[in-house]
């Protein structure tokens, strides 16, 4: 014994645990996927029992407002629920205005899985744009905690990584597009029957929104974690 206090090393936050850290944080989890998906599945069931469109509108919101009571009974965020009346509502507009044009219960249905394509579209280009410019997305979420929104550009590692983590991030909105682009098409030119393509585009949404998702960050978590790991001086919990 020297008789001095051994000092423990100052604690430095890898990019890897701020990345991983944010988007945790940002998903919400498996009760966030169950909140996302709950009003999307009543929807598209009670419409091709029922084909009412209205009535499909009304039994998925009132799916979103239970959830969105159960999390202010237990004081948690309501983020996710919110989130998801937000889609519902801008369906239903999307779904309104078809009608207002002549559309039948078909083409409302359809119309309201539009917005959730497009949102796709224009995030994965966004996306895919921040990396052929080389400022990637997720640059700034290890931005927003260090508290200097621009100081990780400088590190070529840290660029090479959060590039890599974008495109991944993005692949989930690239596939959805892929597939139910060509659905809504057909769907909405006649090429397939109505009824079959609202039911794929449900049940799509479904496949393709949380669990897409969760394939994605896997994938980041495995590159995360392959090799090196890129520590900075500069990160702070």
């Not at 202010?72 to 519902?88: D, E, Y």
């Not at 052929?132 to 070529?156: I, M, Y």
Request: overall charge positive; some cysteine.
């Amino acid at each position: 014994m020297t008789g001095q206090e051994s000092v423990a090393p100052p604690q430095v936050e890898t990019v890897e645990k701020v990345v991983r850290d944010q988007l945790s944080t940002a998903l919400g989890g498996g009760r966030g996927m169950l909140e996302a998906a709950i009003p999307t599945a009543a929807f598209t069931i009670v419409f091709l029992v029922s084909r009412e469109i209205r009535l499909a509108l009304v039994i998925s919101v009132a799916c979103a407002a239970v959830l969105l009571a159960a999390r202010l009974l237990a004081r948690s965020t309501p983020q996710f629920v919110l989130n998801s009346l937000v889609g519902i509502g801008i369906g239903a507009i999307f779904a309104w205005r078809a009608a207002r044009g002549g559309g039948s219960a078909d083409d409302q249905a359809l119309a309201y899985f539009l917005p959730g394509l497009l949102y796709n579209a224009g995030y994965a280009v966004v996306m895919v744009l921040t990396v052929v410019f080389r400022w990637p997305l997720v640059g700034f979420v290890v931005g927003s905690v260090t508290g200097d929104p621009t100081a990780w550009h400088e590190d070529r590692r840290i660029v090479r990584l959060c590039s890599r983590l974008t495109l991944l991030l993005a692949l989930p909105c690239i596939v959805r597009v892929i597939v139910q682009g060509p659905m809504y098409l057909a769907g909405r030119n006649g090429w397939w029957h109505s009824d079959s393509a609202v039911a794929a585009l449900g049940a799509t949404k479904l496949v393709m929104g949380w669990p897409l998702q969760i394939a994605a960050l896997a994938a980041m978590a495995w590159l995360l974690g392959r090799g090196s790991r890129v520590g900075t001086k500069k990160l702070r919990a």
